[in-house]
């Protein structure tokens, strides 16, 4: 098998949550974000070991993976949907027993006509100006909304990674100043905010990435390792070049490892020539650009030609990969290609 393998430690997901839940205020309701097919790991697998460990509410971005995600966890979970009440969603939402987070005044208007009396929440902008209610708008609407009964009053912080910004004690006020003394139950904090501490709390957390081992929850368990065979090797004399505009050339007599793998999988190609791999825990250099399919490694200084190289691993985790790709751990994890045999380990699966 030439196909990359990618193992997904369900253990590890289940205790970060339990980790961000034990984080989360006395009190708070712990969710789990598993929008775009739990951040690239798998849906189905990776929420129904989030249910055995005690999530009862999940966050999805869009109702399509809301009707994914209730075939995988049945009837029972609640299951939020951040892009609110779409035209069209309407038979998703009532049929799956989906519960949207209305974004504006026409979501609201849609789903208490098509759907009355059905489960919703509010989203409301607190300046991060990408979804929800504007605080003029929310004014206009507040009292017909809260008479409809919103099970949820969010918002969502836009610089939560970044703990000195005064932009999250500007946004925590706000959030105040549009919620308070509506009786209504309350979510501000992602992974960041939870971070922040209490203040940020209120009634639910929604985390995302922290679950997946991702920064900025440093103390998270890593969750994956990306195993990429080796398809062939080759030694190169001096002078010799590897691969697309003879990007890389030999200095001295080289070892070349040819391995499956390359930016149709998600292996960015801003990685030409800055990637490190591992034979267990010696690391080889990726020399030469990113194809489609395939990448090239120094092997040189190996015993003997590896069978496989991790990507990621126990030496060089998503973020560590994303550094060198000149991105974030969620841009790595989301383009986790779809070639990937995807294996499970824990989670009493
Ligand atoms: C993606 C997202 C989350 C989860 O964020 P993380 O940083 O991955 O924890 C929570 N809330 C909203 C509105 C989101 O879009």
């Given amino acids: 098998m030439s196909t990359a ?19 989360s205020d006395h009190g708070t309701q712990t969710a789990a974000v598993v929008k ?21 509410r999940f966050f999805v971005a869009v109702a399509e993976e809301g009707a994914a ?3 995988a966890l049945g009837p029972g979970p609640q299951i939020c949907v951040l892009s609110g009440h779409m035209a069209g969603d309407t038979d998703m939402i009532g049929d799956l027993d989906l519960t949207p987070m209305l974004n504006s005044l026409d979501q609201m208007t849609r789903h208490l006509e098509a759907l009355p009396g059905r489960p919703f929440g509010i989203q409301l902008d607190t300046g991060m100006n990408r979804l929800g209610m504007e605080p003029d708008e929310w004014a206009a609407v507040a009292a017909i909304a809260l008479e409809a009964g919103p099970e949820l009053l969010m918002s969502h912080l836009a610089c939560a ?8 004690a500007e946004q925590l006020a706000t959030f105040h100043a549009l919620t308070d003394g509506t009786g209504v139950p309350r979510s501000l904090a992602a992974t960041g905010g939870i971070l922040l501490g209490s203040a940020y709390h209120f009634d639910l957390t929604r985390p995302g990435i922290g679950l997946y081992g991702g920064l900025p929850f440093a103390e998270a368990q890593p969750a994956l390792r990306l195993t990429l065979p080796v398809i062939q090797t080759r030694m190169l004399e001096p002078g010799e070049t590897v691969g697309y505009g003879c990007a ?53 200084h190996l015993a003997a030609p590896p069978k496989s190289l991790d990507l990621i691993g126990p030496d060089q985790g998503v973020d560590a ?3 060198q790709a000149g ?19 824990g989670g009493a699966a």
């Fill in 5 to 23: 393998t990618l193992t997904i430690d369900l253990d590890a997901i289940a205790a970060n949550w339990r980790a961000l839940d034990r984080l």
């Fill in 36 to 56: 775009a097919d739990a951040y690239g790991l798998g849906v189905a697998r990776v929420a129904r070991a989030l249910a055995r460990a005690g999530a009862r």
């Fill in 69 to 71: 995600l209730r075939e």
């Fill in 161 to 168: 990674d970044e703990p000195d910004h005064p932009m999250n």
């Fill in 248 to 300: 890389w050339a030999a200095e001295a007599p080289a070892m070349i490892a040819t391995v499956s793998g390359g930016y149709a999988d998600g292996l960015l190609r801003s990685l030409s020539g800055r990637a490190v791999l591992w034979a267990d825990d010696v690391p080889c250099p990726l020399i030469g650009r990113v194809s489609m399919d395939l990448i090239t490694v120094d092997v040189s």
């Fill in 321 to 323: 990969l994303a550094e």
């Fill in 327 to 345: 991105t974030i751990g969620y841009e790595i994890l989301t383009g986790l290609g779809a070639r990937y045999a995807r294996r499970y380990t």
